[in-house]
């Protein structure tokens, strides 16, 4: 199938042509032509594959078809609420490039950076906005936008939005919308939640469902090094050294994990950044963008880059540290072997992790390789340890080992109790390795202080959120938008 049989304008095709796509993919020859027909849409589908032209595309043809002549000053006709940041620059970079021939002008609205230049784009007039929910709030209480002539609404990541305690925000925007609107659902995963909205929002929708493009069993080679907690910054930063990726993008659960890890690659000489909800969205802005530049070599982030990221041609990602939520493991190697290319997931897994790795498993459906290590070529940096041998003993082997030895004779003076089994265990075999940051659950208040901040009352009656930049949103202990 080609572009030309979607009922496509000419310049859409030609922004196309000229961007290298040469058919649709899946969800694009699917959903283009419901939604040019104007029917509501829910789709099943994740970043990855093809999803954003499989909305944009359609909907600059149809604000375009419905005000061809572009007027001075202009309210948004388009919609298109996201999770992060950093989706809503990629999605509104689609935008543009998709709409270089027509003339649909698009806004790009997001928080942690400043409100003004946002507020003076709205005062020109625009067609299209792409937002996160709280700053788009911002705006609305400020009566800096007006919502009133919506008539195409996307919805994308929905999941990760309701993940990320974004429904109440939602819940206000809607309220501001007309009721008369075209409404595009687009979520990876149907929770009851998620459900739950798209009965209240979708009209008779098609619904569409499409395998991930670059299903991760298929263009992903997934590996596993079984680890100690107490070696895995030395082993990374082997496998970096010597490996001959030129980008790596590496997850840690924790904010602080991801600065602490950054730094010690990067004293260790590798040219690296880090990426989280607690750094500056400009932080944020020049680490991708010297990562994408080839500039640094390793990119460490949090679950919030897992997501919606599209980094071309990656080649590797490492999970250092495995994801608390099975899906989240997708997600972030979804990052790579992206537009049909092939990519490596290499997760460090310590015994800890052992349930996580089985979890993740039974999603992908199938057994991932355990790669042996040769340790002896790796070096030991000042003050950590490297196991003498891999730590993943099978529990039904040392039961049987057991039980032909028989029962242990007990050391004089000491019950079992008294001897404990951590007192007993080398360092290396223990369960949780002393409590590292980097166990520690983000459903705990403790991990998320710096997110602790109450939230918003309400976008009408709250305080101007651009009076008070940087606070928290509650996001179920989640990394922040
Ligand atoms: P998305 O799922 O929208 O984030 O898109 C993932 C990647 O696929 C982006 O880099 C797009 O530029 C690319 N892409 C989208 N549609 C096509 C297509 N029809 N042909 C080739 N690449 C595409």
Do not use: W
């Not at 020109?124 to 906005?129: E, H, K, N, T, Y």
């Amino acid at each position: 199938m080609s572009f030309d049989s979607l009922g496509l304008r000419p310049e859409l095709r030609l922004a196309v042509d000229e961007l290298g796509y040469t058919e649709p993919t899946p969800i694009q020859a699917r959903a283009i032509p419901s939604v040019l027909e104007g029917r509501d849409l829910l789709a099943a589908a994740q970043t990855g594959t093809g999803k954003t032209a499989a909305f944009a595309l359609p909907l600059l043809q149809r604000l375009t078809e419905a005000n061809p002549e572009p007027r001075g000053s202009r309210a948004p006709r388009a919609l298109v609420l996201v999770p992060t940041r950093e989706l809503a620059a990629q999605v509104e970079q689609s935008f543009t490039d998709f709409g270089r021939h027509l003339q649909q002008r698009t806004a790009l609205i997001f928080g942690g950076v400043s409100a003004r230049p946002q507020v003076e784009m709205l005062r020109r007039g625009v067609d299209i906005v792409v937002a996160t929910p709280g700053r788009l709030l911002d705006h609305a209480n400020e009566r800096c936008i007006n919502l009133r002539d919506v008539r195409h609404l996307v919805l994308d990541e929905a999941d990760r939005m309701l993940d990320m305690g974004f429904i109440r925000d939602i819940r206000r925007v809607l309220a501001l919308l007309p009721p008369n609107r075209q409404n595009l659902l687009f979520s990876a995963t149907f929770s009851s939640e998620i459900r739950g909205l798209a009965e209240g929002l979708l009209k008779n929708p098609v619904t569409v469902e499409v395998a991930q493009r670059n299903a991760p069993a298929e263009l992903v080679d997934h590996r596993v090094h079984l680890v100690t907690q107490g070696e895995k910054r030395a082993v990374l930063s082997h496998l970096l050294r010597n490996g001959a990726t030129p980008q790596t993008l590496v997850f840690t659960r924790t904010k602080h994990g991801a600065n602490r890890l950054a730094d010690q690659l990067t004293r260790d000489g590798l040219e690296c950044a880090a990426i989280h909800g607690n750094k500056s969205q400009n932080a944020r802005t020049r680490a991708l963008e010297d990562f994408k530049a080839y500039k640094v070599q390793v990119l460490v982030a949090t679950d919030i880059a897992a997501r919606g990221l599209d980094i071309s041609e990656l080649p590797q990602v490492v999970n250092y540290e495995l994801p608390h939520v099975p899906e989240d493991y997708v997600h972030r190697i979804g990052r790579t072997g992206r537009a049909g290319c092939t990519g490596q997931a290499l997760s460090l897994v310590s015994d800890d992790e052992k349930d996580r790795l089985r979890a993740i498993e039974k999603v992908l459906g199938r057994k991932i390789n355990v790669l042996p290590l040769d340790r002896s070529q790796i070096e030991r940096p000042p003050g950590e340890g490297l196991a003498r041998e891999p730590r993943y003993v099978d529990p039904r082997a040392v039961a049987q080992a057991a039980a032909a030895r028989g029962p242990r004779p007990q050391r004089a003076g000491q019950s079992r109790h008294e001897r404990g089994h951590r007192g007993s265990e080398p360092r290396s075999a223990r369960p949780h390795d002393a409590g590292s940051s980097q166990n520690r659950n983000p459903a705990n208040p403790a991990d998320g202080r710096s997110q602790g901040a109450p939230h918003r009352q309400g976008a009408s009656h709250g305080p101007s959120r651009f009076q008070s930049q940087g606070r928290g949103r509650r996001n179920n202990g989640r990394q922040p938008a």
